[in-house]
């Protein structure tokens, strides 16, 4: 933080709503204006619960994005372009891709995980598909030499989201297969993980509770097109 500067702080962008990317809003809010995607916006003024991370109560007013987007937008600031860009229905519904292009880094926010499996919040509108449908989209417009921030973990690069995004479409097509095949989330969380990705159980999400994930949002995919009428 020393080397930062000891100007006022002038904006404050949240990737997405979790507490642990917006938990200081309330502090920074007083100072700077907060932008962030329409739906962190939503979520901050309902709170939730969360289940085992807790009930989030509603968040006070100088918690609060004061300038929303729907697709995106850019910032103009320290003479550079600071692109905003939502990445819809992955880890939530409201998450930014927040890349500064003059610097040649990309924050992907918890669209990323680097060193586990990643925790993806199907009860704020994310999506297993949707999260890998992302992350393949982020790889494909990575600058040359781009530095990626996850997250969660340690600064990446290409590599790194290269492996992660395989390691996603892994995890969909072993679920779906199973899943397809008529095998219970017992059966399949029993089973396990291929063993070169055991490694990423032992952080924040371990391998039964990423299977659920996944099993629980192909589910739910395949549930929301049962329910779709014919031909639409
Ligand atoms: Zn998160």
């Known amino acids: 933080m020393d080397k930062l500067s000891k100007a006022k702080i002038s904006y404050v962008l949240n990737t997405h709503w979790h507490f642990d990317h917006t938990g200081g809003n309330g502090v920074f809010g ?3 204006r907060i932008v962030a995607h329409r739906e962190v916006r939503t979520r ?5 619960d969360m289940g085992e991370f807790g009930v989030i109560p509603p968040a006070k007013k100088e918690a609060l994005p004061v300038i929303t987007y729907d697709t995106g937008m850019s910032l103009y600031f320290n003479g550079e372009e600071i692109r905003l860009t939502h990445l819809p229905a992955g880890h939530t519904d409201g998450d930014t891709l927040v890349h500064f292009v003059g610097s040649n880094v990309l924050h992907m926010g918890d669209q990323f995980f680097v060193g586990g499996f990643p925790f993806i919040d199907l009860k704020s509108g994310g999506s297993v598909e949707g999260y890998l449908r992302n992350a393949e989209t982020v790889l494909k417009m990575l600058p040359q030499g781009a ?4 997250g969660h973990g340690p600064l990446a690069g290409r590599e790194e989201l290269e492996a992660f995004v395989a390691m996603l479409r ?3 097509s072993l679920v779906r297969t199973k899943r397809e095949a008529g095998k219970t989330l017992e059966q399949i969380k029993a089973e396990g993980m291929p063993e070169k990705y055991k490694p990423l159980g032992t952080g924040y999400i371990n ?3 990423w299977l659920e994930t996944v099993f629980t949002s192909l ?3 395949a549930n929301a097109a049962k329910a779709k009428p014919a031909g639409k």
Not at 44 to 48: E, H, K, R, S, W
Not at 147 to 150: A, F, S, T
């Open 30 to 32: 007083r100072e700077g």
């Open 44 to 48: 901050l003024v309902a709170g939730a």
């Open 147 to 150: 530095k990626v921030i996850p």
């Open 170 to 172: 892994d995890s969909v």
């Open 207 to 209: 391998e039964a509770t």
């Open 219 to 221: 589910e739910q995919s």
